[in-house]
């Protein structure tokens, strides 16, 4: 791959991450102190990431993968995508914010797959560059946090209680709408079908792959799969207001602590993967959501910060050890015929239905235990998902029977 190439994919993925990152990890804390919202409307605004996670497939599989270039349709996306954070950015009621968030996730999902297929198209050995050109993505993720927190100061208990949060959407419109731009000067991307060739929706959703489900091994990773989605929804809406209420400092910053950590523990996973296999593999990571949680649940912002800080690094382990090790297994057991479907069967079980249900739980569960405004009592907010995960990592330690590694790996 030339250089030249490889500095424009790099910039992509920062950029489509740096976005994410903007707005993503305080959008709880931004909802509740600058629009009011309850744990339920905070609910179903995380959720338009499953709706979006849902829709995607369709605007790939009908729209990107027949007509229009990749790299174009990415620059279509993310042009529309700024002027939708400039919305967000000026909205003053969750009635009027959540139009433009549900828009918006549906049209940026989508671009998770574009980048890859941008990237994937301009490469040789995708299993030797790919991660080199990934790993500029989680930087992304970790710049945007640093800024928020040791730049701007926007998440400080003042600019916090000041609504200077509603900024992180103005970051990301104007990171959106460089991308947008950026976009079309990528490497062509042309479609991957003619447009005469007939795709059904079971193909474009997966559901090709539902077959394999009569294993029943796959079917009880299938099942984990979407419980364990559950916890990570607490995760996502309530992490960042939690540690803001409790008087974390520079909270974003911190929690960039997770995604430096899942860089760690990807490189470390193929290691582990091969010396443990597959269950043992997902079960720690299993195990990692339940032990994060419960020290959410006793940790505080004094002496017991430590706890915080542990609980937030070791989303590398919850991340990897599980969603990757996952997709590893999925595409070991899939075959040639069905990698692609039920790598997308597992995507829509996850970050569409699981994820769904998650924000919908997290969401009531955050509104029961609710004293007055911003006090929560977190410890039960925090022991109900790790009782989940700890469940989860039952259910999957009994019923799913150790496989031999050579046919995992």
Not at 38 to 52: A, D, L, N, Y
């Amino acid at each position: 791959m030339k250089s030249t190439i490889r500095i424009q994919l790099s910039a992509m993925m920062f950029l489509e991450f740096f976005i994410w990152g903007s707005w993503f990890v305080t959008l709880g804390t931004f909802l509740s102190t600058n629009l009011n919202a309850s744990g339920g409307k905070i609910g179903e605004v995380f959720s338009t990431q499953s709706w979006g996670a849902i829709i995607a497939p369709f605007i790939i599989g009908l729209i990107a993968d027949r007509y229009i270039n990749a790299e174009k349709i990415l620059g279509f996306l993310h042009i529309a995508g700024a002027v939708l954070m400039y919305q967000m950015y000026n909205a003053a009621d969750i009635s009027v914010f959540y139009p433009y968030v549900l828009i918006y996730m549906i049209l940026y999902m989508p671009t998770l797959a574009l980048v890859n297929s941008v990237s994937f198209n301009q490469m040789k050995d995708p299993e030797k560059d790919f991660s080199s050109i990934r790993v500029w993505g989680t930087l992304g993720w970790i710049i945007a946090g640093l800024l928020i927190s040791y730049l701007f100061h926007w998440d400080s208990a003042d600019n916090t209680a000041n609504g200077l949060l509603k900024n992180t959407f103005l970051m990301a419109g104007i990171a959106s709408a460089v991308l947008g731009v950026f976009s079309f000067t990528l490497p062509k991307t042309p479609p991957t079908k003619s447009t005469g060739e007939k795709v059904s929706i079971s193909q474009i959703i997966g559901l090709d792959a539902l077959k394999l489900l009569k294993d029943k091994n796959f079917a009880v990773f299938f099942i984990a799969s979407i419980l364990i989605c559950i916890p990570l929804a607490f995760y996502y809406q309530n992490a960042h207001p939690f540690l803001s209420n409790i008087g974390v400092e520079n909270p974003t910053g911190k929690m960039t602590i997770g995604q430096i950590s899942e860089v760690l523990f990807l490189l470390l996973l193929p290691v582990f993967f091969t010396k443990f296999g597959f269950k043992k593999t997902i079960l720690v990571g299993m195990l990692a959501w339940a032990l994060r949680y419960t020290l959410f649940a006793y940790g505080n912002a004094g002496e017991l910060s430590f706890m915080l800080i542990i609980g937030i690094a070791l989303h590398g382990i919850c991340y990897d050890f599980f969603f990757v090790s996952g997709q590893i297994y999925t595409n070991s057991k899939a075959g040639e015929k069905y990698k692609s479907a039920a790598q997308g069967l597992i995507t829509l079980a996850t970050y569409g239905i699981g994820m769904l249900i998650g924000f919908a739980i997290a969401g009531k569960i955050t509104d029961a235990y609710k004293i007055s405004e911003k006090v929560f009592d977190y410890k039960m907010i925090w022991l109900i998902p790790s009782a989940i995960a700890a469940g989860v990592f039952l259910l999957f330690a009994v019923f799913f029977k150790d496989e031999k590694k050579k046919n995992i790996i």
